[in-house]
């Protein structure tokens, strides 16, 4: 099993271009989440998807939007990058609803806006 | 809003000794603890999980401690080794936001040979 799949691994982007990022998982997980990291900042939650055919806001969900494709995919898409936006960005699913349930990450997607 | 506070940002310690790092979380209705080890360039894993209903939890040399009272819990690493140099995340979820999962900021943790 390959777990949680994310790409692209890394992209270097100019301001106002856009970009969809991929995730897909082959647990059979209802729950997904995308999650960006910066130094000193822990994670934090930009949107999550509970289910299936649902989608809701995080902490920081300014400047993104999201597609849960199917129960599999859930993608992130950046549609006027900025250089704020420059970060590593997480991908995670659960099994369930993610507060009561560990969550299983992907590599990780390191994004650098010029 | 939710909020969990880490401590400390760095810790260094010789192999062979202990590692304690600590969190407080703000939502009295978080229920589940767990702990994440991210080694540099990868991806967050998680190492050890405590939910409120239980006070304290072992895995080898690992073990977490939850004190729901003081809204705090910690995570502490005996006879650690060079291989567990990493960044560690706690977290608390479950609360009144109910889908949310809160991260600390994390602890560098360097263990020296």
Known sequence: NAGVTQTPKFQVLKTGQSMTLQCAQDMNHNSMYWYRQDPGMGLRLIYYSASEGTTDKGEVPNGYN????????????????????TSVYFCASSERQGGYQPQHFGDGTRLSIL | GENVEQHPSTLSVQE?????????????????????????????????DIRSNVG???????????NKTAKH?????????????????????????????????????????
């Open chain 2, 56 to 66: 304290e939890k072992k895995d080898q040399r690992i073990a977490v401690t939850l």
């Open chain 2, 16 to 48: 062979g000794d202990s590692a304690v790092i600590k969190c407080t979380y703000s939502d009295s209705a978080s229920n589940y603890f767990p702990w994440y080890k991210q080694e540099l360039g990868k991806r967050p894993q998680l190492i050890i």
């Open chain 1, 66 to 85: 999201v597609s849960r494709l199917n129960k599999r995919e859930f993608s992130l898409r950046l549609e006027s990058a900025a250089p704020s936006q």
């Open chain 2, 73 to 113: 819990f910690s995570l502490h690493i005996t006879e650690t080794q060079p291989e567990d140099s990493a960044v560690y995340f706690c977290a608390a979820g479950g609360g009144t936001g109910g889908f949310k999962t809160i991260f600390g900021a994390g602890t560098r943790l360097f263990v020296k040979a």
